[in-house]
């Protein structure tokens, strides 16, 4: 038998998890509030980016900062569906803001948002298909480091501007608001209630637990191999190119889940979406809980807005001063965020292992 650090055990991660998201579970039961609701389901939402983020950068070693374009893609692509589901297909066919601007037919971008299936379809697959396609262009060239977040930063900015400027396409600055809730299977999902909360609080569970189990397969083993030493992987037979574009493109993916629920619980989308001091956020986030730990890198994002929140209030425009305080804080003493912290303490746990 050997001492060891409880953190490190696969079980012991595995009870935290459920644990955790079975707490969370369980809040709506203890309080009736549905602005709280509301709120809560927005964390949920950061804590899917976040852990976006923790996949890309922490796992895969991908620094992006543009996670931001498939929340922005996928947000469109919901926000559209909503819409459709409010217009009539012959006394009302055509959103009253294409009206403003002067459209007199819908315009065939939008018709396939017609469908709810199929607007959903696209809401998720085309940030993937674009992440996939923007992967191999970066990866095949053998990008790494601070090129990748240059040109997924610059990406994201040239989005930005396309949502912006395409008024008559996507309200410009003022943004879609779908005036009713989404539907679907017959359930109307009410933006404020504690169906809203369970519907984020579950799509961030399904996550999390999906990506910690693909982790610990041999694709998790290959992608964290190239993190560390992408010339020895290559030398030793690996497609880089090819693990670093699916771990790219998933993290597209969960990034695009977060865009679909945030439109689900605001009814609103706009360029601020897209929005790169957003992104650069949600690198902070997952810096400050822990971009290796993937429950640490929710509790980053959940901590930091919830702080924000009852605090930022106070401060104001000071708040962005002091998260940048704080950033530079743990990047320069706690290098593993809130996760190594946490690390460090469980390891006083008495616990120990068979040797091997």
């Known amino acids: 038998m050997q001492r060891a650090n409880l953190y490190h055990d696969k079980r012991a991660q595995w009870g935290v998890y459920f644990v955790f998201f079975g707490v969370l579970a369980i809040i709506p039961l203890l309080m009736d509030d ?16 976040a852990l976006s983020v923790s996949l890309v950068w922490g796992f895969g070693g991908i620094l992006s900062l543009g996670q931001g374009i498939a929340f922005g893609m996928a947000a469109y692509g919901m926000g559209a569906t909503m819409q459709m589901q409010y217009q009539d297909p ?14 007199e037919a819908l315009p065939t971008v939008w018709e396939p948002f017609w469908d709810t299936h199929l607007g959903l379809i696209l809401a ?28 997924t930063l610059a990406m994201l900015g040239a989005w930005y501007n396309m949502a912006y400027d395409m008024q008559p396409f996507t309200a410009g600055f003022n943004g879609i608001s779908p005036p009713s809730a989404f539907e679907a299977f017959g359930v109307e999902v009410d933006p404020y209630s504690n169906m809203i909360y369970w519907v984020s609080l579950g799509v961030l569970a399904f996550l999390t ?8 397969t041999k694709f998790g083993t290959i992608v964290q191999a190239i993190r560390d030493d992408p010339e020895r992987a290559r030398y030793l037979g690996y497609n880089v190119a090819y693990y670093q574009t699916v771990l790219f493109a998933l993290g597209g993916l969960v990034a695009a889940f977060a865009g679909v629920v945030w439109v689900m619980i605001s009814q609103y989308v706009s360029p601020t979406s897209l929005d790169i001091f957003f992104s650069i956020t949600m690198v902070i986030w997952a810096a400050v809980g822990g971009r290796m730990s993937l429950f640490g890198a929710i509790f980053g994002a959940m901590f930091i807005k919830a702080a924000e929140s009852y605090v930022g209030d106070e401060f104001q425009a000071t708040w962005f001063v002091i998260l940048g305080v704080v950033f530079i804080v743990v990047v320069r003493f706690l290098p593993k965020g809130f996760a190594g912290l946490f690390e460090y303490a469980v390891g006083f746990v008495p616990y120990w292992r068979r040797n091997g």
């Open 34 to 49: 549905p602005f709280t609701m509301n709120q809560y389901a927005r964390y949920g939402v950061f804590g899917m980016l």
């Open 90 to 103: 012959v006394n009302d066919p055509i959103p009253s803001f294409m009206l403003t601007n002067e459209l």
């Open 124 to 151: 998720f697959g085309i940030p993937v298909l674009f992440f996939v396609v923007f992967g191999l262009l970066m990866f095949q060239a053998r990008l790494a480091g601070a090129f990748v977040a240059i040109m």
């Open 209 to 216: 637990i999906s990506i910690k189990a693909l982790l610990q």
